[in-house]
């Protein structure tokens, strides 16, 4: 089988797995880094580091700089403390820097993807290029994110009931999926990212505490 095709069908394998997780972001939002794996150590000169703002704290990892870059000041939703979207961006940066190829899937706000998407293209020559001679010629970067109001409490929610009972269900799944992703092998062409959401955004305009 052609290393294309591969990838295109582990791409596939990780957004059907982070699928599971579709309505419950908020169970993510305190513990991912917690219970998923941390990044692989990596130095500036390593292919595909992530340049990113130099005035950033030295301990922080490049690609905890990068996901917070792709959410930067993405749009919230109104009544966000009702929602529950989840979407994932896959992007491919080549050996020359450029970001060549861009897939969304979910059921985010319109403004929330065109938003992530422009953050997106904004990294495009912020990554260490390869050597002529390494064999990693591209890399790509998946990025979860989930629109909701990081809260488990829907009594104000017209639709209270159906929330609750669609937390109970998924909550389940999503300890799965986090077993899971435990155990998948790391691979060198591929970085998950960390699942993002609005809580940045939220406690920054004081809607929420944290």
């Not at 595909?48 to 749009?75: A, S």
């Not at 790509?140 to 829907?154: A, H, V, Y």
Request: with cysteine; proline share 4%; aromatic share 14%.
């Amino acid at each position: 089988m052609e290393p294309a095709a591969i990838k295109r069908i582990l791409i596939g394998t990780i957004i059907y797995l982070m699928a599971f997780d579709s309505l419950y972001g908020q169970t993510t939002s305190v513990s991912n880094k917690m219970f998923q794996r941390t990044f692989a150590q990596k130095n500036k000169l390593d292919p595909f580091y992530y340049l990113g703002d130099k005035i950033k704290k030295r301990n922080t990892h490049c690609y905890v700089i990068l996901e917070n870059d792709l959410v930067k000041n993405v749009p919230i939703p109104d009544y966000i403390f009702c929602k529950n979207n989840f979407g994932i961006f896959a992007y491919r940066v080549n050996s020359k820097g450029i970001i060549d190829h861009i897939e969304y899937s979910g059921d985010l706000d319109t403004m929330i993807v065109h938003k992530i998407k422009y953050n997106i293209a904004l990294t495009q020559g912020l990554y260490t290029l390869p050597s002529p001679k390494s064999k990693n010629v591209f890399h790509w970067f998946l990025l979860p994110f989930f629109s909701n109001g990081t809260q488990w409490d829907f009594y104000e929610c017209q639709d209270e009931e159906k929330l609750k009972s669609e937390f109970q269900a998924k909550f389940k799944q999503h300890q799965i999926y986090l077993n899971l992703l435990k155990m998948l092998p790391q691979f060198s062409g591929i970085t998950i990212l960390h699942d993002m959401d609005h809580l940045p955004e939220l406690i920054t305009e004081g809607r929420v505490k944290y």
